[in-house]
């Protein structure tokens, strides 16, 4: 009986996996072709990998034809095999962070399952991870926020199951000897996943996880769990995982690679913000709030009542949970350069503490005040969205039509919050929180879902595609593009062509790219006079800028696609008896 248990128990969590996994993919897969590469992120990503491809590397990313180190090399590789699958596009760009966004959702199923042993509260909770805003954003784009954090993820919940130790008694001996295996197995499994996420965005992918397990160790006085024969291996397998690749671009390019990877993007950002705006004590707490929307009410709710709840409960997880979300916490919050997405390793967190009281609340009975009261809230987000598109969509009718053909997207997504909100509003009424809930779960990610199929209509404004293909069929390309800053990496990856920006005055990038940046209208006559026609990608800014220059030259735009300006600029010519002269 107790192994027919144990098979009937593995059959309903495949089942769940199988049916996470479907779902996932079609609210993170599904037209992710539609929306070309925007700029200014995704076009970097794949312009690093498509670049690798012509330099025939598999080892050096490359960027405007040079070596470029933000991130490590793990991103490429994912790339690249998905260029060679299915070809250079949107579609194969975002399918790594797709899939690993969906082995995301497996993830915290896994791991709540090990925790409280209920496989329909971990599939609630894969479900609430996967309906998540930002995790639905990430997992459409191509960052290596997603694959990174996921890895921290796989790590943490090795570490978990290693330390739950065996859920069955099955004798004192059988049970002390696969308590030794979990453990053996979790750590060196840990070292796995952390040299791994190491390779995606570089030494965070250890420090984030190895932090989380110090403090909750620390605090449960069990320090010396660490301290055994699978360290020591797992501390070799990281190291023959993490190291080579490092060990290899420090050979080959010594300090442009250690300057510009350990001191510019890492170092340096810890006191300087490449964000001034967000460089704000309050960012990051209430970044944790609204980027996990509509599970917003309930993160502040299991987090205000967390400590209570760690000193009540008996499990370890609350503890291991909040450990969790303190490392990633106390890791990015004294830093000066602040992105939602760097918090993002600890979201799979949230959403489990989210889900525990949602579950504890709709299905259990527990507080059950305290959730009907969060529903409200999120419901009343919904209206108050709901009635602020449904005004802007008649207060704003002529800008809206100048991006849109027709109203037909804005109509749709109004209907669907209206049958959200009206849904919703039917089941809070009858006290059916766990079906409101449901609803939330599968109309937010439809939401989503749906706004590659609005966006078609946006894309010139999300992406330089169009003016890209715009110049290359109708004009000849022999010289420097000069490009706004915004546009560059696009320009760069939908031509391949070199390229010069011009920001008047402004500052470089923050990561110096190998290109002509020209801040200063002596620089940006010094190209113009060097070509004898000059071709620009720009925004209405810059267009202002080049006029200034009408004396010595003349420019024309030749197309207007969404806010880029395509500019043509050569020398004016001067008349001299009867003969054109430059």
């Known amino acids: 009986m107790q192994r027919l248990s144990v098979r009937l128990r593995c059959a309903g969590g495949c089942k769940n996996i199988l049916i996470l996994v479907v779902l996932t993919y079609f609210f993170f897969c599904f037209g992710n072709g539609i929306i070309s590469l925007s700029n200014p992120d995704e076009v970097f990503y794949a312009g690093t990998a ?85 995790y639905i954003g990430l997992a459409r784009t191509i960052f290596t926020d997603m694959i990174f954090s996921v890895f921290i993820l796989l790590s943490l919940l090795a570490f978990f199951w290693g330390y739950a130790r065996a859920p069955e008694p099955i004798g004192w001996f059988g049970v002390r000897l696969l308590r030794k295996e979990k453990k053996a197995g979790g750590i060196l499994l840990f070292f796995v996943f952390s040299a791994l996420a190491v390779l995606t965005k570089g030494p965070l992918g250890f420090f984030i996880p190895f932090m989380a397990i110090v403090i909750f160790l620390a605090l449960k006085k069990e320090l010396k769990f660490i301290f055994s024969k699978a360290t020591l291996w797992g501390l070799l397998v990281f190291i023959l995982i993490a190291f080579p690749w490092y060990l290899l671009m420090i050979k080959k390019y010594g300090s442009s690679f250690t300057h510009e990877f350990f001191y510019n993007d890492h ?90 009281l949602i579950y504890r609340g709709a299905a259990q009975n527990q507080r059950p005040r305290l959730v009907f009261s969060a529903f409200l809230l999120t419901v009343l987000a919904l209206v108050v969205s709901y009635v602020g598109l449904a005004v802007g969509s008649v207060l704003f009718s002529r800008y809206i039509t100048t991006y849109l053909p027709n109203k037909l997207p804005v109509y749709i997504l109004l209907a669907l919050l209206f049958i959200l909100v009206i849904l919703c509003s039917v089941f809070i009424a009858c006290r059916r929180l766990l079906k409101t809930a449901c609803v939330l779960m599968l109309f937010i990610p439809v939401l989503f879902s749906i706004v590659p199929q609005v966006s078609k209509y946006i894309d010139p404004y999300l992406s330089s595609r169009d003016i890209c293909r715009y110049l290359q069929d109708n004009y000849k390309l022999d010289n420097t593009i000069l490009v706004s800053k915004f546009f560059t990496r696009g320009v760069r990856y939908y031509t391949e062509k070199k390229v010069a920006v011009i920001d008047i005055p402004g500052n470089g990038f923050f990561s110096p790219h190998p ?68």
């Open 50 to 134: 498509k670049e690798m491809i012509n330099q025939h590397s598999w080892m050096t990313p490359y960027l405007f034809g040079q070596p470029q180190f933000e991130k490590p090399v793990f991103l490429y590789w994912m790339l690249r095999i998905a260029f060679m699958i299915f070809g250079i596009g949107s579609f194969a760009g975002r399918f790594f962070p797709a899939v690993f966004a969906s082995l995301g959702v497996v993830a915290v199923y896994l791991f709540s399952l090990i925790a409280f042993k209920d496989e329909k509260k971990a599939f609630f909770t894969g479900l609430v991870l996967m309906s998540s805003g930002l």
């Open 515 to 582: 290109i002509a940046f020209l801040n200063s209208d002596s620089k940006v006559l010094d190209l113009l006079r060097r070509q004898p026609v000059t071709y620009c990608v720009l925004k209405k800014t810059a267009l202002q800028d080049i006029q200034r220059f009408s004396n010595e030259f003349d420019y024309k735009v030749l197309k207007v696609i969404g806010n880029e300006y395509l500019v043509r600029i050569k020398p004016r010519t001067l008349t001299i008896a009867g003969r054109g002269v430059e």
């Open 267 to 356: 170092i340096r950002r810890i006191f300087e913000a490449e964000h001034s705006s967000n460089d704000t004590w309050h960012f990051y707490p209430f970044a944790m709030v609204w980027a996990m929307f509509p599970w917003s009410a309930f993160v502040v709710i299991s987090l205000l009542g967390l400590y209570k709840h760690i000193r009540k409960a008996g499990e370890p997880v609350y503890l291991f949970l909040a450990s969790w979300i303190a490392a990633v916490f106390l890791i990015f919050q004294p830093c000066h350069s602040k992105l939602v997405s760097y918090i993002f390793p600890m979201f799979p967190a949230l959403a489990i503490l989210s889900a525990d």
